[in-house]
Structures are given as C-alpha cells and as structure tokens.
C-alpha cells in the first residue's frame, strides 16, 4: 500500500480544517487535508458571525473570501409577531470585528478549499478516512479515493475538522449525548423573486412562529436566499405527516406573517434537507496524538449561528496548539484546549437554552430598550464570548434568567394593577 508522511493530517476541508491547515502551513509544519467528498458541496450553516474574520484573516483566507463579494451580514434582525429587534454589529459592546459575510456554503467552503491548495497544502478531495490506528501519539490513517484505491498516511497529529462524519468520535467512541433538548431543521434555497429593494431584502432575520419554533431568511448576494424552520423534533416531524419536506417546509413559510407574501409559493432550488436531532457533543475534544474540532466535537443549535464560529475558533487553537508542542513547549490540553473552547461553549449553551425557555425573547423585545443590556449581548451574539469584562458573558448563566425574571414579573404587576 503506498505510505505517505506528514506532520499534520486534517480530517475534513469544511471551515474548521481550512482554517487549521492554514496556520500550520503559514507555520512550515508539513500537513495534508483529506476530504471525502467532491467540492462545491452543500452543506449548512450560511449565517455567520464576526468574531469568524479573525480567524480568517489570521489564517491568510480573508483576502480570497473578501474577493467573493459575498453579502456584508452587518447584524441580526428577530421578528416575534409585530415586535421587532434589530442587532446591530457596529453598534456592540469591547472590541471586534463589526461584520461578517452571510454566504452560501457550497462556494464560501470551495473558495477556501481553492486559497489553501493554492498555497501549496496538499488537499485531497474524494478520499475518505477508512480507519485510524494510533501507536502512542503517532498514527497511520488509512484513506480510500474514488476509485477505490487504499493509501496510509502516517502523522505525528490528527486534526479531526470531519464535522457531522465525526471520523474519530465515532473510532474511539467519544460520542455523547448533547445535554440540549433534541431539535430538528429543515431547510432548502430559493431563487428570491419578491425580494425587496435595500436592508429589507438583504437582512438577516430570524422570525419567531411559537416560542420554540423560528424561520431563517439568509439572503445571498447571488439572489438566492436560504429558508430553514427549527424547531422540537417532534414539532418539526409533525409538518408533514408522510415526512414531504416540501410541505412540511411550505408549511412553516405559511405560518409567518411577515415572510407569507415574499415567500409563499416560490420555488425551491433543490429538495429541502431535514437534519433531525442536530445537537451534538463528545466525551473528551482531545486524546493522545489528535484533537477534535468544529462540528466534530460539538454542535449547539443555529439560532446564534454560532458553529462556523466555533469550527474555526477550534480549528486555529489546536493548530497553534500542536505548533507550540512542536517547538518543545509542555501543553496542557485539558485547560488550553477544552477548557478553553469549554468557557465559549458553555456561554452559548446558556443562550441557546434561555433563547427555547423563552427568557432571551423577554430581554429582546422588551421596551423601552436597554442599550446598555443591548450592546453587551450583541457582543456575544457577535461571538465575543471570552471577553468577561462584559457581564453577559461572566455571569451568562443567571444573568439573562434573572432580568427576564424581573420584566416579567414587572409586567405582571403593572396587570394587576391595571385590573
Ligand atoms: C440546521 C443547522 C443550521 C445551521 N446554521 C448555521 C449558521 O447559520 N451559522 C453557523 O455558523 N453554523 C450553522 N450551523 C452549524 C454549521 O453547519 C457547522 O458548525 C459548521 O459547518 C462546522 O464546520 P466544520 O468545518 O466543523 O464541518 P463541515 O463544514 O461539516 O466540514 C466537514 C468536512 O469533513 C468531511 N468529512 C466527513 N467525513 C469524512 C471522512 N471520513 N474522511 C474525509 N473527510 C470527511 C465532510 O465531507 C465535510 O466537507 C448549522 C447547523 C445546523 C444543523
């Protein structure tokens, strides 16, 4: 069988491996990308969020992605009925980047799969990781190509980027069940021919139809726009009672008051994807010779569009990680890695289960607005959840359920009151 030598091997060329493989080439550590499938491929995940440009630009992919003229996602608009909130990027608390892209991945993941071979990587498309076998941290990766035909590649590292194929969780038995409630999606494309001229049809917006159900509206710069429903699995599997993703989608769309007229009956650009219980999450992100990154560890929910966030933020720690050990510096994986990803996860984790108990859509829409509160939640929202001069990311997890607590319980005084 022929035998392949690299520092580095990354599973899977998604955002999390580009990024990685990336940094450890502009490092002149020698890695290889394997991906099994064919690029541009569809995959989800269209929304991002700012604190993704810096590990763009640190990684030497802004200029490329930049070049793509994707459309600017300045903020974040959720709709709950009449009530509006509109999150404004440039307009957040501490410091980061003011804006982002809102993109279709097929192209945004095939123009940084193309600025990583130009640089020289060795990426290798339609070869899929068979089996992995470890002797102490070293490891001989076994790969098959379209054709069928077998090669071993031999890294002192595995970056496992393999997103939901989840190569090495599921090898060494690291899967476990995500402590979030099992949520389901179901989204396609649409060719967005009512769309409105200005922010209106550009704007990203979340539109709330139940307390635990939202549509996404991801409009492209291509004209295309994105169109997803999540919601309780249970609620997601019950629009369509023969499991028909285009009625169950249509479905959704005519419960939105605010999107039936712009969307009501267009065409989808390819038959709906369901991802059923998406929520993902893993007993250790690291072990002896690899580390786990992106989607491959763990996946939350997209109501803050926070995974490519997450993807790139781990793929670029374990590189810098891996370089530090290579130059003979001791690393503690267990609090420079997990610990680390770990603090910015857990400040999601609360958002998005305070966003489902309902609690964030008290502090949303209440009025008058807080700008104070604003600024320092839209910095999160942004993914600057590491920053703990910002209350809303240090005390995250009592902080949003307390001042929901006292709005609430405010408003059902001034009920009282008024009967
Ligand atoms: C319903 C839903 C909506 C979402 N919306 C958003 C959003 O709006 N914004 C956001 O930031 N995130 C969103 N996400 C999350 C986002 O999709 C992921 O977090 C992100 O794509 C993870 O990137 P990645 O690089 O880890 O994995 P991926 O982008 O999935 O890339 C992994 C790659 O590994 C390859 N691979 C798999 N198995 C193998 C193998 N055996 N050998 C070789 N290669 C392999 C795959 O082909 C793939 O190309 C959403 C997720 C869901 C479920």
Known sequence: MLKEFVDVLVIGAGPSGCVSASHLHNNGIKVKVVEKTKFPRIVVGESLIPRVMDHFAEAGLFESLDAMNFEKKLGARFIRGNEICVFDF???????????????????????AQEVIRKGIDLEFESEVISVAFEGKNSITVVKDKDGIEKEIHAKFIIDSSGYGRVLPRLLDLDTPSKLDPHSAIFTHVVDVNRPEGEEGTLISFDILETEVWLWVIPFSNGNTSLGVVGPTDFINALSKDNNKVEALNNAINMSDYYIKRFGGVEFAFEPVKLENYSRSVKSMYGDGF????????????????????ATESGMLAAKLFIKESQGITVNWETEFTGYMRRGIGVFTTYVKEWYTGNLQTLFFHQPENPDVKRKICAVLAGYVWDETNPFVKKHDNLVKNMAHLINSEKELAEKKLD
């Open 90 to 112: 440039s307009d957040k608390y501490g410091k980061g980047w003011d804006w982002t892209w809102q993109v279709p991945r097929a192209d945004f993941d095939n123009t940084m």
């Open 291 to 310: 580390a786990l990154t992106g989607n491959s560890s763990e996946f939350l929910d997209p109501v803050f569009s926070s995974g490519v966030a997450f």
